[in-house]
């Protein structure tokens, strides 16, 4: 596999960024998670990073090199983290659970499926065109489908931010898969939470991704969003590829730091810029857990490993 990847999250003006992203990696497949702990319940962060991790570890434990079913393995992993929330509440003693919006995509053999909970989303484009995005989870999109709302409404009807479908909460997640999609050199997966999208339009959205690398593309939607939400701004945060096949040959021009391939990794080697879990006993996280230095401290790892795997095979 060759693709492309950047993320990036900015607190925005809350006191605690819940946002969480990262991705995984193997030779034949590539897993991409964000979360958007629910600022309405105590520690959402934590719902989001137990949810990252629990999602990552199955990922590891069954991509041998890839998943033999992605639609059932994404079902089964929010499930699991979901799980894992409760288990993390009744540890700590919490007085509610914490919750979290969830959305994953499974990359592998030139096919992206996705799941989601919530409104975290996913925006598949290319050339400039979303292709599809996922439909949140909200009471207003609900109104939407059934007419008794229109789309134009999405950013300002009153019931915008009520949410029917998460992890964490007393009832079951119910985990929407998407079918796979067969994605083309040059395509685009966005992952992002609603500090970033309920700020620019899709075709804004679209327009800004396209014109430029992720490396670039991100922060720039970033800064957008930011600037549009001025000081009351939400957790704003991205995690975008652009897919460049799963071959050797590039069809996006010569490889540059920003490309990552995995043709010269062994079979039983997985790669992760997704945290630990918090430790038992450890208190809440109240910064920011995902600064620049931690991000460029992840991918240089990474980058590491894939030298020296592609050395031990000369």
């Given at each position: 596999m060759q693709f492309s990847v950047y993320q990036?999250?900015?607190?925005?003006?809350?006191?605690?960024?819940?946002?969480?992203?990262?991705?995984?990696?193997?030779?034949?497949?590539?897993?991409?998670?964000?979360?958007d702990g629910m600022g309405g319940h105590l520690h959402g962060e934590i719902a989001a990073t137990v949810a990252l991790q629990t999602i990552s570890t199955m990922f590891q434990q069954q991509a041998q090199p890839y998943v033999k079913k992605p639609q059932?393995?994404?079902?089964?992993?929010?499930?699991?983290?979901?799980?894992?929330?409760?288990?993390?509440?009744?540890?700590?003693q919490l007085a509610e659970t914490p919750r979290t919006t969830i959305v994953a995509c499974l990359v592998q053999h030139n096919t992206a499926t996705w799941a989601h909970c919530g409104d975290s989303r996913l925006y598949w484009m290319?050339?400039?065109?979303i292709l599809a995005r996922t439909r949140d989870h909200s009471h207003v999109e609900s109104l939407i489908a059934?007419?008794?709302?229109?789309?134009s409404e999405r950013a300002t009807h009153?019931?915008?931010?009520?949410?029917?479908?998460?992890?964490?909460?007393?009832?079951?997640?119910?985990v929407e898969v998407s079918a796979g999609a067969g994605v083309l050199p040059g395509d685009l997966l966005l992952l992002?939470?609603?500090?970033?999208?309920?700020?620019?339009?899709?075709?804004?959205?679209?327009?800004?991704?396209?014109?430029?690398?992720?490396?670039?593309?991100?922060?720039?939607?970033?800064?957008?969003?930011?600037?549009?939400?001025?000081?009351?701004s939400d957790n704003v945060t991205a995690l975008a590829i652009m897919w460049q096949g799963s071959s050797v040959v590039d069809n996006m021009g010569p490889i540059t730091?920003?490309?990552?391939?995995?043709?010269?990794?062994p079979q039983d080697l997985h790669s992760t810029t997704i945290r630990d879990t918090p430790a038992a006993g450890a208190a809440p996280a109240d910064t920011d857990a995902f600064d620049d230095d931690a991000i460029e401290k992840a991918i240089a790892e990474i980058r590491?490993?894939?030298?020296k795997s592609s050395q031990i095979l000369k």
């Open positions: 990036e999250s900015h607190i925005g003006g809350r006191k605690v960024n819940q946002d969480r992203m990262g991705y995984s990696f193997t030779r034949d497949a590539l897993l991409l998670v964000l979360a059932r393995f994404l079902e089964e992993a929010f499930h699991a983290a979901h799980r894992d929330i409760h288990q993390y509440r009744v540890a700590h290319r050339d400039g065109q059934r007419g008794l709302a229109q789309p009153p019931d915008r931010n009520k949410l029917f479908n998460c992890l964490g909460a007393d009832s079951l997640p119910k992002c939470s609603d500090g970033l999208w309920s700020m620019l339009p899709d075709d804004d959205l679209a327009r800004r991704m396209q014109a430029q690398t992720v490396v670039r593309a991100v922060p720039d939607i970033l800064q957008a969003a930011l600037l549009a939400a001025g000081g009351a730091a920003t490309v990552i391939s995995t043709e010269a990794l590491g490993a894939i030298e």
